[in-house]
């Protein structure tokens, strides 16, 4: 769900503004993050896709300083990071749990040691220590393995260590770096129903990267697109995917490319909410005596709700159908109408 | 002047050969601990000191840590490269300032950790060099100081390559041990030396081998066995230690 309402009057939980990293210099200078500002509010999962080499990367690793930005500033849980000296930042950095692609786990230690790894770190006392790891790799459905080592583990597993160790210090953000990325279709699955699960018992704010639009489909309330270093588009799902022409409603649901015929009326309607249980291609084609050929359809349940996507053909030109739009309009459905050329482009 | 069938003779024998055992143990167990004590800081901070390592800004400056830098390489490379034979003579004089005497056991131990510290100062950077960068990102996010990555993450997960660089270490400590035999510094080198060359005693010089050869396996089995023991990933240990051995040039 996006935030509800007595969430959204709360300060966001991170912010970064003008954020802005160069990495190297001169001619082989590479800007991996221009100006980028976004905000995530508290208790919801946001995530920030891209193409590799967008700075996706780079941008969750400015959130806990781990690369520091070049200008701008990064507030989290209400505390500017850029001005805290070194023992500050490492108390900030304590509450910011961040989770790798690779798992980045000790092989020295097993997955309990590594949790308490976390801890040690906090300066928590060793009775303590061990009770709290115990519990949180309960919580994270791993137990029975404390006592493995990492090169025993799966994948799987092996994150769940990881996210174990993320949360063992109880922070009140997570930050996840493509943790997702090594792990095959129904790993991913279960990881993600582990953030979802964590997000809402612990109500923890989740920050993640990903290259996975199914990732962000999946389990997120928010999303940035991020493109050479810039936020192209930055929202919550819902909203995206209502508004006409959204770099990230087409990406999260493409339609295909399927070639309507020239001469004919091409229209895109996006559903939300409601609308996407109501008969509206039936009703259009009976009462406008229409012969619509759908050409491509996405619904999706996003945050427990249906939205989705349609694009339909119509028989002849867009000044004709304009009485068959408006009337989808009336039912608050949000369409986009373009004209197939000669070609069968559609423009 | 050797007469097996003296009755005094394996006797004797016997316990000239527990007397230089001991010695050589004495000599190469210090030198070995002051080369733990030693090498391993000063293999730490050659890594440390390097562009992009833990202590790439010592006191705020990248200068004074790329300068410590040199300076260390300087120092390992020195070490590694003077022969021993040479550089056990020209320390005759800082042997005879620390210990008092440049003669026995115990002013040997003075040229075998200099020789053996370098050594195992490489292997020490070698080893943490394998350490995935990762991990000591992950300590960084876990809020880490560079003291904690150091002792919490960079030596524990070096540990059994480095047991094994140790070992190559010792081998190498217990060679230089008996060349120390040359400059009566005690030990089974002096005794293969003053029986086997001086008096042509074949039995001498063929006990003298077996002991050392032993000493040899043994310490590299436990290596070996402490190595695998220490690591958790499936079947590099034997990759590694053909990595160190090829390291060490026999």
Known sequence: ?347 | MIDVNDPNFWPQLWELMLVATGETLYMVGVALIFTVLLGLPLGIAVVGTERGGLFERVLGSRRLSAVINWVLNFIVNLGRSVPFVILMVALIPVTRFLVGTSIGATAAIVPLSLVAIPFFARMVEIAIKEVDAGLIEAAHSLGATRWQIVSKVLVPEALAPMVLGLSTTVTSIINFSAMVGVVAGGGLGSVAIRWGYQRYSVIHMIIVIIIIFIIVMVLQWLATWGARRLTHRSGDTGKRKRMFESVAGG
Do not use: Y
């Open chain 1, 1 to 347: 769900m996006p935030p509800s309402s007595h969430q959204e009057a709360l300060p966001p939980v991170i912010t970064v503004s003008h954020v802005s990293k160069t990495f190297g210099s001169g001619d082989a200078a590479v800007t991996a993050l221009d100006d980028v500002s976004l905000q995530v509010a508290p208790g919801e999962i946001f995530g920030v896709v891209g193409q590799s080499g967008a700075g996706k990367s780079t941008l969750i690793r400015t959130v806990n300083l781990l690369e520091r930005p070049d200008t701008g500033s990064v507030i989290v849980d209400g505390q500017e990071l850029t001005t805290l000296s070194d023992s500050a930042l490492r108390r900030a950095r304590q509450h910011i749990g961040m989770v790798f692609q690779h798992f980045n786990l000790l092989e020295s230690r097993t997955a309990q040691g590594n949790v308490e790894l976390a801890l040690e770190l906090a300066g928590t006392d060793s009775r303590d220590r061990k009770r709290r790891a115990s519990e949180i790799l309960d919580l994270v459905g791993l137990g029975a393995k404390a006592g493995s080592f990492p090169s025993q583990l799966s994948g799987g597993q092996k994150q769940r260590v990881g996210i174990a160790r993320a949360l063992a210090a109880e922070p009140r953000v997570l930050l996840s770096d493509e943790a997702t990325s090594a792990l095959d279709p129904e790993t991913t699955r279960s990881i993600l129903e582990l953030f979802k699960t964590i997000n809402e018992q612990l109500g923890l704010t989740v920050m993640l990267i990903t290259h996975e639009m199914d990732v962000v489909k999946g389990i997120c309330d928010s999303a940035a697109l991020l493109e050479h270093g810039r936020v192209v588009e930055t929202g919550g799902l819902v909203e995206l995917i209502s508004t006409p022409g959204s770099r990230l409603a087409a990406d999260l649901f493409p339609l295909g490319d399927a070639t309507p015929a020239p001469g004919t009326t091409v229209i895109d309607i996006t559903f939300s909410g409601g609308s996407a249980d109501r008969p509206v291609i039936a009703q259009l084609a009976r009462d406008h005596s229409l012969d619509v050929s759908i050409l491509g359809a996405v619904i999706e349940s996003i945050g427990g709700s249906q939205a989705g996507r349609t694009r339909l053909e119509l028989p002849g030109t867009p000044a004709q159908n304009a009485a068959a739009v408006d009337d989808l309009r009336d039912q608050g459905l949000l369409v986009e109408v373009h004209s197939a050329d000669a070609a069968g482009g559609v423009s």
